[in-house]
């Protein structure tokens, strides 16, 4: 009965869906609404974008799937304007090729689908890798995202994928989804901002959609949109900065890493028995999972279980499982390069003698981002550099242009913190007061400015 | 080591959390921020304020949480305004008793912290009510809540139950937690507007805390400020009409209504075995369960329920849940009074031709509100009606001063939806065209502009 | 040199004006950008949009150039719609021929091209009329507009013209203009209140232009879109209500109104010598002005003259020069129907009796909107009532499908008030207290709650 | 009758005005109140606050009047959040004196109240100030600003006035005033922002409202809010270069300064008389002004004389009225400091051969700003630094902190600029085009990528 090709379908009327960020997110290939409609993209809405970035900012509920619709729509836009004046038939082969547009699409909307439940935390404990996985979704045949796909064409799975691996031939589809100024990075930054209330992150979107044009096997920004871009780069390292390295975000990351750690090592002791076992979870503890496995995990699942440990017999499990959910969290003190192991050793000594278990009870967590970076042929990961255009077709690096952007790049920034119990600051204690006052002062000898200090200088 | 007692405990620095909607919400008091970390509190994180609307309006996934920070956010700013410009000191009993404000910023925190997930369908099947539930927490000694409340003074937690309850003897206090225009309905209007990404919810705050102020045993408004409160009405009806009783919303309710229903069923027949026990819920299925059962429960336990009962053998458990959790949902058609039954019964009747089970797969399901009423005294559950107050002190009821709240008083206003199985009118069906066709042309006569026509007209 | 025709000559590069209300104007026809670049369109820039809306809301300083760029902007977003979704060759006859687009983009830019400095007021002194003004720019070849125009085609003047006398045949370009619900209307709404800082005025703009569709020989709206609609009406309600008639504002026009008429009887009488000539009003004081004069105005030519007539000799002249420019302006108090002109005139008399003018300082001043009404074919000036259309092609009148909308239809809403100096009620006179008081106190019994009371009731 | 002296007359109902930056202006001293309404005041209303630059950012047509209301809010909150959080009597002297509130919130309302009509043009030509207008408008007894100022006490004109001179011995008020961070920028950067329509301007106000603190004789910023200051020097460098620097609204100011600079020369001619004599420029035409006779200028009052200058003999001055009023602007091209003399030379030489006099139709401008400095005491115009503030007391210059500001601190950002007409650039003359082809194309030798290049490298 099809007659048009299932890849040029277009919906008889187009379908919106209502977005704070983007006003409406406009949909208009049956292909992409059907992949919206798939069981892995839906499960997206059970995955909260920012992992623990809610318990500091409360009005970061915002999950994957509401990103993902964002990065769709920016890709879209930016398709629609390169086809409008960066045309193939315009310019040669270094426009624009609309036939690239539903991998573009589909490649934006499914970036992030392999990402399970606090990501970044559960991938260090159970060694998965989201990128792979999403990679594993787009081109295993047992799973809707991929049936979608195959009818557009039998290699059309491995198409998509390929862009996520960046190796697809056509290197403008590649930067839209993935460079230093991508539809990913510039949906994430408006919408984290949105959510959190914060105005950091904002940029002049729409000012970045009139100056990104196609150029050879690449993206570039016209030179008149210098600042626009500028200003992208300040809002993403202030977002980083502000918000996605906050000290309070990651204690929480701290103690759910310091949870499941803890859970895997109960899991590994034979004589412990769990009183309720994490069904979904065992095949991840025991090493041996499947992608099914994987897709029915989501946060409520894993807090499904922290709900449960709390009440397990194991202290340090049911007590971690409790700070997480209801926010008892560890405190934090930064410091620099200076401070040697020698003091960290002593913080923990004095937190051992609290009574806490220094493994569990103690951290160091490093945030670190590089904001921006030259091309660098010589390393192994090295960034596509953001080039600007100038009328006569020569091109700028982008440092090269901006004092602000020079000034933060190749520079990582970063935070190193030392997290414990913030239960030992408290002075309330009145009748342990005698027995834990001199620990205390000691303990603050080393605290200045909410810094640890080395006291041998 | 308290010398202060602990009810009049500040925090040397007040301590604010970024908020999208009010910028910052402001916390002055000790009491607050340890209601706050109570783990009844930080549960309310795990249940999201609108259900099923995320489904419809993807943005809207905020939790009850933040909606209870910002009830109390409003609620501070109005004892600010009160204490400012309409203290008792000036306007004798009239005026407004700022001995009132604990009591006030902890019913406005707490007046929602007895919900439970999906808390409609919920309460429908298990028949459990959220207001008793809420009662219970602030006065069970058992909970954090109780045991921080009760530190302000013994008979402190009845007394912000009593706010919640209405039988409060300050009614100024009751009003502003619980009236037709109260801090409560008017966070969640501006939240949910701001997360759902449309605007008819917004109205002028700013202009409304100016205007509100208390008046002998209640809260009025100023009379110039009469379009600001107008406003308010339109809004609010204007999120029931467009957000909260959308079709595709109801929709996702309507199914999770069978699906808990099917649920319960099959937990009571002897003859069937879960595959996996949903352990949290069963003393729900038993009816018999604690407050404690109860504040184990969030979204996240129920999803993994329902993403476990994917695998059910019961075909129509597991094909809800799968349709719930995927977005499949059922398609509606509006009807009006002059439907009768039988047509609904007919239309009823194809569809299990179609092979579903009606009970399952087809509902009827009516919103209803009434935007705003007057008091009306012979009623059993009457309103308090909005009052504007002149310069000279004299009184005016809303609907009175205003031709559109006129419009609107003391009529419901609501939607009645028959729904179905979206894949009958799916045309698809290739083979079984010949099959199905008689019966999808036969369902198809009985609709008209997307609502039900009795044929007999 | 030309070969593509003037009316299809598109930029090369669309010429985008930055604009906070719309994001972006988009221009993309070179007629468009000449029009622009007229000297009748810049003076735009120098005519304020609300006249003396400023004096109440100060943020409201924009000019009418802005708004004429806001009607132009909508228009094409309309346009574009139409064209993608309802084109002639779509839908036949009720379809939308895009080669109306440039009369339609004219017109709405064009629109206002006739007003005046503070037009209300100047029109009815000297007796012109900003819409026979418009006519008269868009068709006399002296005018750069005409010019421009002509280029086109030799009867394009006169078409533009046509639509906006509303007599061009296509009546769907006449209703994107003019109508209850048209381009004109949603862009000052919109700009209105962000300029005031009021949020009274915004409505869902990118959802009413999702579900405007043409119609045979008009212009509907989608049913589904109702609500969209419904909130328009009401907040072109609220805007009218709140700012528009805003009895401060209505002060600044009672001034200059008696100011303009004092200076015409002043340049009447033979005995009076101005210090210096109001050069560029003389025309008008003559009754003898040519379009040339009446383009040489604008909002800063006025104010010079009332700057240097702080300075007249004349007393009254003087005073309301300095009130004008100095917002010293006069008090008012409402009244309703039921006051007679025997209180008035009482009222007036105590004034005179402290030694006013009352032709020059007091006045009535009514204010009258009708914020929607039904189409009146028995009626010499009617309306063309917005309809909505159903799935089927059916159409409903809004106010039968919106109990909002019908309680505000073919009501009008006014405001009649009664101006005098505020002087009179500052009781600061120390000297004088005794020779005033008796005054002050017989006027204050006919005021009550800001309102004149009958005192024979 | 007055018992409260004036400087304590607190308002019986605090007055708000309506703003789109901050929602509300709140006034409550009744001192504040009259400011507002004095004549000096009332004329800023009549003065653009950005001059020429509506030009290019059409929206930006708001008055100085708003902004000085927008500097005294935010001076008025930081007042009360040192109130709050830093009196004299918790700090002792390094805390805040709120006796100095009425000299900070006075001097924050007139601290442009010595602004003219496009002030950096007009004080070119006529050798004005407007700083030293302003301390005039201040101390001088015939104003009434000055009137107002002397009820508070005899020295408070003074006191004001040394505040806007920087010698008031309270560096505190005085840096709330004028310092890198300012009452004054905060608000133009905001307001700007907001009226022009792009985001580059915003920050995050409410943010820096909080961490903004009293000590010893100035201001600093609390550590933990250094990205917010970050982001405010950020906002302000862009706006410069994208806003104020913008090369369209110069073009505008190079045509006002040979307008004005014409009209000079002509008046000095005594060859040459006007059709109409510019009645209140004459003092300044003659070099010998009152203040009486500046405060009666304002845009319209300048606009007016260009309206009648359009009909003046004199072709140059009728021709370059003409631009400015109808925005026929010159074009301009960017130039390096390696351009050296001769090439500028040759292209006012081709401009000349077009038959343009290279006074009036051809300009040199620069525009120059520093984003952020240290202090240098071995400068004679040194700035106050901005600091920061550690939890221990200790201070850090902001460029220490953050790597962003260290790259833009000490650095002049400009743009140079050669200015000609830009019809030479048209190719559309007919016949000519033999004449002016070989000296367009000569001309355009010259230019690259719109920057002027020399021949000679």
Redesign the interface.
Same mark, same amino acid.
């Given at each position: 009965?099809e007659q048009i090709p299932y890849r040029e379908q277009l919906l008889a009327n187009e379908k919106?869906? !209502?977005?704070?960020?983007h006003?409406?997110i406009h949909v208009q290939h049956q292909v992409i609404l059907d992949l919206i409609?798939?069981?892995e993209v839906? !499960?997206l809405?059970?995955i909260k974008q920012l992992g623990t970035t809610?318990i500091t900012?409360?009005?970061a509920?915002?999950?994957r799937?509401?990103h993902s619709?964002g990065v769709y729509e920016i890709t879209r836009r930016i398709c629609d304007r390169f086809l409008r004046s960066y045309s193939i038939a315009d310019l040669g082969e270094d426009g624009w090729d609309d036939q690239e547009r539903l991998v573009a699409l589909c490649a934006a909307l499914l970036h992030d689908v392999g990402h399970g439940p606090y990501s970044h935390t559960f991938e260090h404990i159970f060694q998965t890798n989201h990128e792979a996985i999403t990679v594993e979704i787009l081109t295993s045949p047992e799973t809707e995202v991929c049936q979608v796909l195959s009818r557009v064409s039998a290699d059309f799975p491995e198409k998509v994928a390929s862009v996520i691996q960046k190796t697809y031939p056509n290197q403008q589809v590649v930067q839209l989804i993935s460079s230093q100024i991508d539809a990913d990075r510039m949906d994430y930054l408006l919408r984290d901002a949105?959510?959190?209330?914060?105005?950091?992150g904002?940029?002049?979107l729409?000012r970045i959609l !009139?100056v990104i044009r196609p150029y050879k096997d690449g993206i570039t920004f016209q030179?008149s949109g210098m600042?626009a871009v500028?200003?992208y780069i300040?809002s993403r390292?202030?977002m980083y900065?502000?918000v996605y390295f906050h000290p309070v975000t990651r204690s929480a990351e701290v103690i759910l890493d310091h949870l499941l750690m803890r859970a895997k090592e109960l899991y590994e002791d034979v004589d412990y028995q769990f009183l309720?076992l994490p069904?979904?979870l065992i095949p991840f503890l025991e090493h041996d999972f499947t992608l099914n496995d994987y897709l029915?995990l989501?946060?409520?699942?894993?807090?499904?279980y922290f709900?449960?440990w709390r009440l397990e017999e194991d202290a340090i499990l049911s007590d971690l499982a409790?700070r997480f959910?209801? !926010?008892?969290l560890f405190k934090s003190v930064a410091f620099n390069a200076e401070i040697d192991l020698e003091t960290i050793k002593k913080l923990k000594t004095i937190v051992q003698n609290y009574g806490y278990h220094v493994d569990y009870y103690t951290a160091i967590n490093n945030s670190y981002d590089l904001p921006y970076d030259l091309y660098r042929p010589e390393q192994e990961k090295n960034r596509t550099q953001i080039e600007l255009i100038?009328?006569?077709g020569?091109l700028i690096e982008l440092s090269k242009a901006s004092?602000?952007v020079?000034?933060?790049t190749g520079?990582g920034k970063g935070d190193k913190r030392f997290y414990f119990p913030k239960e030992i600051l408290q002075e309330?204690h009145?009748k342990e007061i005698d027995l834990f006052e001199p620990m205390l002062q000691e303990f603050k000898k080393y605290i200045?400015?909410?810094e640890i200090q080395s006291l041998h200088r």
């Open positions: 009965m919106v869906f !209502r977005d704070p960020v006003d409406y409609n798939t069981k839906q !499960r809405r059970r809610n900012f409360h009005g509920e915002h999950s799937f509401t619709l949105y959510y959190t209330g914060v105005n950091y904002t940029f002049d729409t !009139r030179y600042h500028e200003d300040v390292y202030q900065m502000q309720t069904t979904l029915m989501d946060d409520g699942v894993l807090n499904t709900t449960m409790q959910l209801d !926010r008892h100038y009328p006569d020569s004092d602000i020079a000034a933060l520079k309330k009145t200045h400015n909410d």
